[in-house]
C-alpha cells in the first residue's frame, strides 16, 4: 500500500477551489432572498504534472484528461436533498476560464442553477465530480475511508452550512479520475461510460501439518491486465480478529473492481508471511460465475496447505498470462513407472533416457551439476495402478517445484473393470475417488507453477482393461460421464495428456516425446 500511495502523491491533484462569502463581504452577490441561500462552484486547475520533479516518476502513471470540464454531478442531503448517487444534479460549468486570484491559473465557475438555491441549514456534500463535454469522468472526490483520501484536504462527506441571504462556495479538492483504480475512489458503483464496478469478495483458510483449518492472515494484490506489470487496482490485507472467546475469525475481504462492456482481465497474488499462496489472471466473467447458476458461493474461497476446496479455484495460472513454469536446481522430477507387469518391456529404456539422453537435456538447467540431477531426477517403479496418487506424488511436497510423470498402460480393478462393456458412465470406484479427491485438494493448495503432471497412456493391446483406461484418462481430462465436475480434471490446467504411445519402444524416443510435453506445458528447454 505504501508503494501505492507513493504513486498517488505523483498523480495531478486537482482542486475545484470555492471561497466563502457572505453578502457583507461582498455586495456583489448580495442581490438575491434573503430567504434562501445559494450555492456555486469555481474550480482552479493545479496540474501537478507541469512540474519537473514529479514528471519523471509519472512516465507509468495514468495522466490526467487534457479536456477541459463542462460540468458537474454533485449530491447534497440537509433541509433539502439534491440529487442522489443513482440521480445526480449536473450542474454546467462556465466553458471560459479566468485567472480569477492572479496565481497563473485557469479557473473554472458553474453557471447559476436554481436547484441550488437552497433552504438554509446544515448539508453534507456527498458526491462531487467533474466530466468532460463527451461525458467522460475527468476529476472527482474521492470518499473518507478510501485509499485515496489521504490525498486530498477533505474527503467527502463534507459539512456545509448555509446562511440565509448568502451565496456560498465551497473548497473541494478533487483528484484524477482513472477507471482502472475505480476501487480506490471509495464509492461502491459507477455508473460510467462503459465502465461499472464488480465485486470481488475472498476468503481464506490455511492449514497445518494435521490438516486443522484456521482462519488465513492474507494479503491481496491486484493488477489490471494478465501479469503484475499493468496497472495496480487494489492492494491491501484482510482483517483477522479475536472473539470473546479467544478464537480468530474474519470477514471475506470484499473489493471492486472495473468492468467494462468488454472482456476485463485481472492478475492476482495472494500471499499469506510473504508466500504467494495463488496467483494468476482471471476475468469479469469468472467473478461473476462466483454470484451465478447452480454453484453460487458469493465469496471466492481459497485453502492454503489443505487437503479440500470447497469453491472452483479461479485464480490458478489459466495460460493466458503469468511467468511461464520452470526447470532448476529446485526442480524435483519423478517419472512413475507402472510395474504391475503389463508394460514391464518400458522400463529400461526409460532408465535409460534417464541416466543419458534426458539428461543431456536437462543438465544445464541443473547447473551442469549431475549429482544435482541425479538427485532430482529419478524413475520410480510403482505397481499400485493408482495413477492420481502417483500424480499426487504419493502425497510427497518435496522444496523448490515438481514435475510428477506417469507411464501406464491400465488400471484394473482399482480405477475401472476389466470387462469390455465399461465406459465413462460406469460407477467410479472407492479408491479412484478418495485419490482424486486428494489430489485436487493439493493441486488447490500449491502456488502457481509449484506443480506440472503429465499421463502418458501407454498402447498396450489385447485386453478390454487397456482401452478403459485410456478412455477413463480421456473422461478425467473432458470431465464426461461420471467424471464431471470435481470428479475429474477438466477445470485444471496443470496437466498434459498424451495417448496411445509406444510401449517398449527406444530411449531417444521416449526422450522426444517426453522434452516435446515438457515444452508445451510452457518449460522453456
Known sequence: M???????????????????????????????????????????VNDMLKKPATKQAMEEIPEC??????????????????????????????????????????????EYSSDLELVPG??????????????????IAPAAGSEMEDWVDMALPMDIELGAGVKKYVDVTVLCFDDRMVNLYGYLFFDLEGVEAIELCI????????????????????????????????????DVLTNDAGEEYSDPLCIFLPDSAEQDDYYIEISIDGEIVRQGTFTDSDVKELFDGEDAVDYYHFFAGCSSADTPDIFQDNGNGGPPPVIDEDTEIYIYF????????????????????????????????????????????????????MLNIEGDT???NVIAIVFQDEAETVYHSGQAIWDENSTRTPTFDSDMSTFRGRLASFPMNYYRGIIFQVNTTGHPAFDNFEELVHAVEDGTGN????????????????????????AQYYTDLLVQTLQDLGYDL
Open 122 to 139: 446544515s448539508y453534507s456534500l456527498e458526491y462531487f465530480a467533474v466530466y468532460d463535454e463527451n461525458d467522460n469522468l475527468i476529476w
Open 338 to 389: 507402472d510395474s504391475s507387469g503389463s508394460m514391464n518391456s518400458t522400463l529400461a529404456p526409460l532408465q535409460t533416457m534417464r541416466n543419458t539422453l534426458l539428461k543431456d537435456a536437462l543438465l544445464p538447467l541443473y547447473g551442469n551439476d549431475e549429482d544435482e540431477y541425479d538427485a532430482k531426477v529419478r524413475v520410480i517403479e510403482n505397481g499400485t495402478e493408482r495413477t492420481f496418487n
Open 65 to 110: 484528461s487534457d479536456e477541459a470540464p463542462a460540468y458537474v454531478h454533485v449530491v447534497l442531503t440537509g433541509p433539502e436533498d439534491v440529487g442522489s448517487m443513482e440521480n445526480p444534479l449536473m450542474v454546467e460549468i462556465n466553458p471560459t476560464p479566468g485567472d480569477y486570484d492572479g496565481d497563473g491559473e485557469d479557473e473554472y465557475f458553474t
Open 2 to 44: 505504501r508503494k501505492l500511495k507513493h504513486y498517488l502523491m505523483c498523480l495531478a491533484v486537482l482542486s475545484l477551489i470555492m471561497v466563502s462569502c457572505s453578502k457583507d463581504e461582498n455586495p456583489a452577490v448580495a442581490d438575491g432572498s434573503d430567504e434562501v441561500a445559494t450555492l456555486s462552484f469555481g474550480a482552479i
Open 203 to 238: 476468503f481464506g483458510n490455511w492449514c497445518d501439518e494435521s490438516g486443522r483449518h484456521y482462519v488465513a492472515d492474507y494479503s491481496v494484490n491486484i493488477w489490471a491486465g494478465t501479469d503484475n506489470t499493468g496497472s495496480v487496482l487494489y492492494t491491501g490485507e484482510n
Open 398 to 400: 518435496p522444496d523448490g
Open 483 to 506: 467424471y464431471s465436475g470435481a470428479n475429474g480434471l477438466s477445470d485444471r490446467n496443470e496437466l498434459a495428456y498424451v495417448y496411445e504411445i509406444n510401449g517398449g519402444d527406444t
